[in-house]
């Protein structure tokens, strides 16, 4: 087992009253697995996903339960054996391609960032072919030329795919992907979940892929969770859960999913 | 190529209006080179005659055009009260106005930006709060008041160095450099203060961008974050400020040049503006000028050094 996620919830104690915004969450994820994240908008998802990388506010929050990755509870670790994790264990992608890049930093920069902080014997050269041959793998077109441009000069497409190199730059046993093709037109869409599914099996990454859009999640995943109101309603095996919901939430949601084959 | 092209026309066209404003304020202000040279007491008819000697009884215009043609020929004319060539009178004087004015520019870069970065990573704190209360206090007292207060503490109380003891550059750049010290920290002091302020608060609000979060994703520490991506883009405020600071620090050097005793183009400017010797008055305003554009133009280029997307433009 990957990770093992033990009655997470957070707390969030920035206003008057203490606001619960999860509660109880809890599941485990296996090494190579892709699981599925579904849920409406404010559902808590986007927290537990930021928990998991290690990238919750300092400040102001309570954090409960345990998050274990590879036995380590991320929630407790000091920051330290974090930022150890981060970016070469755990990777995370984001919903906003187009703002998630420095704009006034190089994309090779970026993508090759992560080997400059975990892999300080790499010299400039070796992370440059890192790099490149990482902007290979998501199927960009002249790894050369996107390794010298700036964000702005790439499309919203590109850019997750610039993510998504520099996410798998150090070798992650974990990626974590929140809402990452949301932001993104239909076929562009179809173009990152099939890279996902490439790098998942080739590079046997385990992937949390976080949507609300149901068909994406079905599409992808292996086992899925649904979450409400920061609480996980059901989880289990993508099939089964389609074909035969349990609970109540569950069968709304799947009867809200338009019936357009594409 | 076109866009340098038209900023280049367009300084020399403000430059023209420069001289022209000059000139006419001098036609408006009472007194000329030729009263003031002969004092109160001259008669009516001695200053007439001088004033015909100098030509300054030609007309307005006729004066202006002559004296525009010799600079355009490279002589910006002969000072009336130091009848030296104006050129290398100011030559002189440049070096120790710009001296001043880099080491005042070095002192606010050097500590203004490590104590921005230290007050936005602690934000809110108890460091961060006393360099607000101090900065608040400082961005206020004009720097004469702080050159005043320096000279009576270091100068009088301490006499860590000898007031109005002005080394020439020329004689010993060591001491010459020794001596601006304590003037350049009076200038640098407001100015730093400032930046602190405008640097920090580009600071924390850069650093609620997505791409910091990403760049903690990596696993960088806070100081990672805040050097390799946010400073880049918190600077340009700054960049813009601080373009502003440094033609402010020429022209502003006036008046502490006048507190620490130093005889560089603010004590010219002002001697020559009393002797309405506007050869010399025209020449160190229009350098004044020329600065403040050419820091414009710094400032342009350093904005599209740092930010890509308005290379392409
Ligand atoms: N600083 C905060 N204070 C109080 N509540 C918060 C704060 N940040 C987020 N929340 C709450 O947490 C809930 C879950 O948010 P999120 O994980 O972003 O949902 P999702 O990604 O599923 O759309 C939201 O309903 C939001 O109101
Ligand atoms: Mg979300």
Known sequence: MLLECKDFGIEFHDHDRPERAVEGVSFSLDAGEILGIVGESGSGKSLTALAIAGLLPRKKLKKEGEILFDGQDVLRMDRKALRELQGDEICMIFQEPMTALNPTMRIGLQVEEALRIHHREMDAAARRERALSCLADVELPDPEQVYESYPHQLSGGMRQRVMIAAAMVGGPQLLIADEPTTALDVTVQAQIIKLLQKINRKEKVAILFISHDLSLIRQISHRVLVMQNGRLVEQGEVEEIFEHPCKDYTKQLLSAIPRVEL | ?313
């Not at chain 2, 000059?22 to 030729?34: C, H, L, T």
């Not at chain 2, 400082?138 to 003891?165: C, E, Y």
């Not at chain 2, 650093?207 to 696993?219: K, P, Q």
């Not at chain 2, 020449?283 to 290379?311: G, K, Q, W």
Request: hydrophobic share 55%; glycine share 6%.
């Open chain 2, 1 to 313: 190529m076109k866009v340098y092209l038209r900023k280049a026309i367009s300084m020399l066209l403000t430059l023209l209006a420069v001289s022209f404003i000059v000139f006419a304020a001098f036609e408006i202000i009472p007194g000329d080179a030729a009263s003031s040279r002969l004092g109160s007491n001259a008669t009516q008819a001695s200053v007439e005659a001088l004033r015909h000697e100098m030509g300054l009884d030609r007309p307005f215009l006729l004066r202006y055009f002559s004296w525009l043609g010799g600079c355009f020929r490279g002589n910006l004319g002969t000072s009336y009260s130091y009848h030296m060539p104006v050129a290398g009178m100011i030559l002189e004087k440049i070096p120790i106005t710009v001296t001043l004015t880099i080491l005042s520019m070095l002192l606010t870069m050097a500590v203004s930006v490590p104590l921005a970065l230290l007050s936005a990573k602690y934000a809110n704190s108890r460091l961060d709060r006393a360099v607000y209360a101090g900065n608040q206090f400082l961005m206020a007292v004009p720097s004469f008041f702080l050159g005043i207060l320096m000279t009576w503490v270091f100068g009088m109380v301490l006499r860590w160095f000898k007031p109005g003891g002005y080394v020439s550059y020329k004689k010993d750049f060591g001491a010459f450099l020794g001596y601006l010290i304590l003037p350049s920290v009076a200038i640098a002091i407001p100015k730093c203060a400032m930046s602190v302020k405008l640097l920090r608060s580009a600071i924390l609000s850069e650093a609620n961008r997505d791409y910091v979060r990403t760049a903690y994703s990596r696993g960088l520490s806070t100081m990672e974050v805040l050097y390799r991506h946010v400073l880049k883009n918190a600077l340009m405020p700054l960049i813009t400020f601080w373009g502003m600071a440094v033609a402010d620090m020429i022209a502003g050097s006036i008046v502490v040049e006048q507190v620490f005793n130093i005889p560089g183009l603010g004590r010219i400017l002002l001697t020559s503006i009393a002797n309405r010797d506007y050869p010399v008055v025209e020449a160190v305003i229009l350098l004044i000028a020329a600065v403040v554009l050419l820091m414009n133009l710094l400032v342009d280029l350093l904005y599209r050094r740092i930010d890509p997307r308005l290379r392409a433009e």
